[in-house]
């Protein structure tokens, strides 16, 4: 088995990893990012990324690539499409075996593995995400103007997105399994007194329609089991989200929604491991604060490699 050693290694290469390996390799630490898929994360999906302060608009492939060319260009090393085999993150020199052979040695790792909006499993469904269906208020609401929308959900998410997503659409129908909602008494007294929400409650979308992007849903009744069709411009699901930690093993501590408990240096229980981005305990997930995080994740990855020195 073949043995590398780094001062850092990332896990994970989407906006949060990409910017901790800039900001390392550039500060002449020798860094290595692994990612099981595609450099790039959530973002090579979105279609077309209009929040990102200083570009008005850019796809989500393109800043991508651009992120993963400055990292390279620092002369940070990427493997993508890995598989981890083992992970030791325990003691000075944490070891991680990629495909079963190769082995690489780091004092630091940083978790930047993000995470997965909880998806209904409905036909349809992946075929219309980003044409209609959405997993993200912030991001794609402003495509929505003047249009009608269903917002799948809930829960706090759900409700309180609904409310955010009315300041765009014309009207937003919340479609929800139970005959109750499972958020706080004052989400549920907003959207209540919001006059362009509306309810379908103990019902479920069950299909997605449309050509180029989606057109109708599918509405089952979960007591009568009664089918109806609805015309819709957007459907936005907020029915939980699934951060991609459950390789880790438990080995640093987590809290009850699997999110990674990081400290105000974003180091994690485990000294020399630090997380940052979608998969870390927060609130607000987007490319700005995944960056933010990657940078002060990789700053005090630096002070700590010093403070060894
Ligand atoms: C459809 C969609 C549209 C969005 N639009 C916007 C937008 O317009 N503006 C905005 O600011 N935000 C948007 N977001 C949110 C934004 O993409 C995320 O907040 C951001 O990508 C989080 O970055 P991250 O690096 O923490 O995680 P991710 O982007 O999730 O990257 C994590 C990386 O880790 C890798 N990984 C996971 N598990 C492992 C493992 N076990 N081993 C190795 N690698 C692993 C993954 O392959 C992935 O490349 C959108 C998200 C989605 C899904």
Redesign the pocket.
């Known amino acids: 088995m073949e043995s590398n050693h780094y001062d850092v290694i990332i896990?994970?290469?989407?906006?949060?990893?990409?910017t901790s390996g800039i900001y390392l390799s550039r500060a002449k630490t020798k860094t290595l990012i692994?990612?099981?898929?595609?450099?790039?994360?959530?973002?090579?999906?979105?279609?077309?990324?209009?929040?990102?302060p200083g570009i008005e608009s850019i796809s989500?492939y393109q800043l991508a690539k651009t992120m993963r060319k400055q990292a390279k260009k620092f002369g940070c090393d990427i493997r993508s499409n890995?598989?981890?085999s083992s992970l030791e993150l325990k003691g000075e020199i944490k070891k991680i075996v990629v495909n079963d052979k190769d082995k690489y040695t780091a004092p630091v790792v940083i978790l930047?593995?993000?995470?997965?909006?909880r998806p209904l499993n409905v036909p349809g469904e992946i075929e219309f995400?980003?044409k209609g269906i959405?997993?993200?208020a912030?991001?794609?609401g402003d495509f929505f103007q003047d249009k009608e929308i269903i917002v799948v959900g809930g829960g706090n998410s759900a409700l309180e997105e609904a409310v955010s997503l009315t300041q765009y659409a014309s009207k937003v129908t919340i479609v929800h399994q139970f005959d109750h909602f499972q958020a706080y008494p004052h989400a549920i007294d907003e959207v209540k007194n919001n006059p362009k929400i509306d309810f379908i409650m103990e019902s479920e979308i069950t299909e997605f329609y449309g050509n180029e992007s989606l057109q109708r849903v599918k509405i089952e009744h979960q007591g009568t089991h009664e089918t109806n069709e609805m015309k819709i411009d957007g459907v936005f699901i907020f029915i939980g989200y699934i951060p991609?930690t459950?390789?880790i093993d438990d080995q640093v501590k987590l809290n009850e929604r699997q999110e990674i408990i990081v400290d105000k240096d974003f180091q994690t229980n485990i000294e020399g491991v630090f997380a940052?981005?979608?998969?870390i305990e927060k609130k607000y997930?987007?490319?700005?604060?995944?960056t933010a995080?990657?940078t002060i994740a990789a700053l005090n990855a630096i002070e700590y490699i010093n403070s060894k020195k």
């Open positions: 896990i994970g290469g989407g906006p949060a990893g990409l692994l990612d099981q898929g595609t450099i790039g994360g959530q973002v090579v999906l979105t279609h077309e990324i209009a929040n990102y989500g890995i598989k981890i930047s593995t993000g995470g997965k909006s995400a980003g959405s997993y993200c912030t991001c794609d991609q459950k390789f940052a981005g979608d998969s997930r987007q490319i700005t604060t995944a995080d990657g």
